[in-house]
């Protein structure tokens, strides 16, 4: 089993939908929970992040940590055809550099 | 221009041969990193490198060397290409004390290799 789950999709909405994306996770020690979003032919980039539990918002992305759920999830709220890329989720210990990805959600935003 | 630049994007060798993956960064970052990105699989760590003289391996560091020439470069080597390294390569740097928390990494736009 693999420390960090990520259903690899796609997942195809209509322009405007609400997104829901999820990783799921083993090792409780996970502190920092990170969404990366990547571009066909291009290097990831970071786009949300949080510490510990809790909600943080920014524009239309919103980033929610369960950590007793051991369960992540990046909210898009009225999905544009430019969101249309693979969000990876990664997620590390306090005090450890190494991230753990998860395998990435192909999404596409259909106009 | 890129702030983290990796050469070449793409390259189609055969078994056996030696390839090097070189990347610079104008970032200023002493933190550099090579991973691989393989479908299903997500990005692997191979090696990371804290400063000039700091070498560590990754989780799959077997079958690969790196060396870091100065703050600014850290090149990848496959000393003998197999097609199991057919690959997606990402070169990435980070600064902990700047950004926001131990996992900000920014990577280049990747190096394509296919063994044959």
């Known amino acids: 089993q693999k420390e960090v789950e990520q259903d690899p999709g796609p997942l195809s909405v209509p322009e405007g939908a609400i997104v829901s994306l999820n990783c799921t996770y083993s090792?409780?020690?996970?502190?920092?929970f990170m969404w990366y979003r990547q571009y066909s032919r291009k290097g990831p980039e970071l786009l949300m992040y949080?510490?510990s539990s809790g909600n943080k918002e920014d524009g239309r992305f919103t980033a929610q940590v369960d950590k007793s759920s051991k369960y992540i999830s990046l909210f898009i709220r009225d999905s544009q055809p430019s969101d249309s890329a693979t969000y990876l989720c990664?997620?590390?210990?306090?005090?450890?550099?190494?991230?753990?990805w998860g395998a990435g959600t192909k999404l596409i935003i259909k106009p | 221009d890129a702030d983290v630049t990796q050469t070449p994007r793409n390259r189609i060798t055969k078994t056996g041969k030696r390839i090097m993956l070189e990347c610079s960064q104008t970032?200023?970052?002493?933190?550099m990193y090579w991973y691989r990105q393989d479908p299903g699989l997500g990005l692997r760590l191979i090696y990371y490198?804290?400063?000039?003289?700091?070498?560590n391996k990754g989780e799959i560091s077997d079958g690969y060397s790196v060396s870091r020439q100065a703050q600014a470069k850290f090149s990848l080597s496959l000393e003998s290409a197999i097609p199991n390294q057919t690959a997606l390569y990402f070169c990435?740097?980070?600064?902990?004390?700047?950004?926001?928390?131990?996992?900000?990494?920014?990577f280049g736009e990747g190096s394509r290799l296919t063994v044959l």
């Open positions: 970032k200023g970052h002493d933190r």
């Open positions: 990664a997620m590390s210990a306090r005090g450890n550099y190494q991230l753990i």
């Open positions: 990435a740097t980070s600064d902990p004390q700047r950004g926001r928390g131990p996992g900000e990494l920014f």
């Open positions: 090792n409780s020690a996970f502190q920092y």
């Open positions: 490198s804290f400063d000039v003289k700091d070498i």
């Open positions: 949080t510490y």
